[in-house]
């Protein structure tokens, strides 16, 4: 079952010179609905869910679903379903994609977007040579998910009966087509608002309470107590990371350097394989946080406060090797030629969300390399192979 890899690039072109940063998903939604469609995919199975009606921040359209009835000797065997994400990060937006042989560069000093537009053509490849080979295969449902790159949202808030109930999964999101991914960490995202209070700094700095020292203070904390960067305590191990330190919009401190501080507001997250692990990264972050807080006074015994909120953004999940879905995975890599390299992530997944719902669900790379910085590039010899790969596990017997 070969598959025609000068279509597959011509369509990963395509996809890879329409923007669309998380969030903002209805361009390359309709890029690849036209795709499908060209394909031979009737129209009537293609549809947008609401889950962007469910996901609390805002995202211009819901996930791209497609119905491919069963055909043939399988037309009748469980459903299996085909899913990735089609946003990007913002740092993708203006990518001019650009073939050099057997790698796709970009001519911008962007990030070129392989991440996820690799997965997106490997599904309407998918779909593309079921139809032009007239293949035997399974019903079949593609997912193309939305705001994947800020939180996993698509897949959290998909509703599994508009899947069809698929009984497994597989998910393209990396860079090795003979990785099977068969777990993945949980993550909590959480957010530190400081109070101080504001005074002015070459007048009266003894009447103010600086939020930025608190941070100092509270950060410094952290670092000693071995719970910044990678953490490991016991026999358990995690990361976690402090993100972006902003001031509060319109408050009355404002950037001037002769105020002292008066508000902070802080982004971070905690990860680990280990699901009480990461809470236990968050704890010692509130801890910190609240300690330095009560440390910073002013002249009057006034001291600084914090609202700290922690979400778990997914949960962390490991399948085991014997269940049919791993198996369909590691036996389908070999059959294209692969080395299945059965592994876990240290990032998230979609695919956790997905086997949160119940669907066992395996991850593939597509040929992304350095994705999310501005020397990323595809490798379309994995493309290749993930495309072939996509093909083997929807007609195997």
């Known amino acids: 079952m070969p598959v025609d890899t000068k279509a597959a690039t011509d369509r990963l072109m395509r996809f890879l010179a329409v923007e669309g940063v998380t969030g903002q998903e209805a361009a390359i939604g309709r890029e690849l609905t036209a795709a499908l469609k060209e394909s031979g995919v009737p129209a009537k199975p293609i549809r947008l869910d609401d889950a962007n009606t469910r996901i609390p921040v805002p995202t211009e359209t819901g996930n791209l679903i497609v119905d491919l009835p069963g055909r043939g000797a399988l037309h009748n065997q469980p459903r299996i379903m085909f899913m990735t994400h089609m946003d990007t990060v913002p740092l993708c937006a203006g990518a001019k994609p650009k073939l050099a042989k057997r790698k796709i560069v970009n001519d911008a000093k962007t990030a070129l977007g392989g991440d996820n537009r690799c997965g997106c053509g490997v599904l309407v490849t998918l779909a593309a040579e079921l139809e032009k080979q007239n293949l035997d295969h399974p019903p079949i449902t593609l997912l193309f998910c939305v705001r994947e790159e800020s939180g996993l949202y698509g897949a959290r808030h998909v509703k599994l009966d508009e899947l069809g109930s698929p009984v497994m999964a597989f998910n393209y999101d990396g860079g090795s087509a003979s990785n099977v991914v068969i777990g993945a960490v949980g993550a909590d995202r959480w957010t530190v608002e400081i109070f101080g209070r504001a ?151 979609d695919a956790n969300w997905m086997v949160r719902h119940g669907v066992p669900t395996v991850t593939f790379g597509a040929g992304q390399n350095e994705a999310h910085t501005i020397d990323e590039w595809i490798n379309l010899d994995e493309y290749d192979r993930a495309c072939a790969l996509a093909l083997q596990l929807a007609t195997m017997r």
């Open 199 to 349: 005074s002015h700094a070459g007048v009266a700095p003894e009447r103010g309470i600086s939020s930025t020292m608190i941070l100092a203070l509270a950060l410094a904390d952290v670092k000693a107590g071995g719970w910044f960067g990678k953490v490991v305590k016991r026999k358990q191990q995690g990361t976690s990371n402090v993100g972006p330190v902003t001031g509060g919009e319109g408050r009355p401190a404002g950037d001037a350097t002769n105020v002292v501080t008066d508000y902070v507001h802080v982004r971070g997250e905690s990860r680990s394989h280990d699901g009480k692990f990461f809470k236990e990264i968050t704890k010692a972050y509130k801890a910190a946080f609240e300690k330095a807080a009560k440390r910073v006074t002013n002249a009057q015994g006034k001291a600084g406060k914090v609202k700290f909120k922690a979400e778990t953004d997914y949960y962390p999940f490991r399948m085991k090797e014997n269940l049919p879905v791993v198996k369909r995975a590691i036996e389908a890599v070999s059959a294209v030629g692969g080395t299945p390299n059965v592994r876990a992530a240290n990032g998230g997944l």
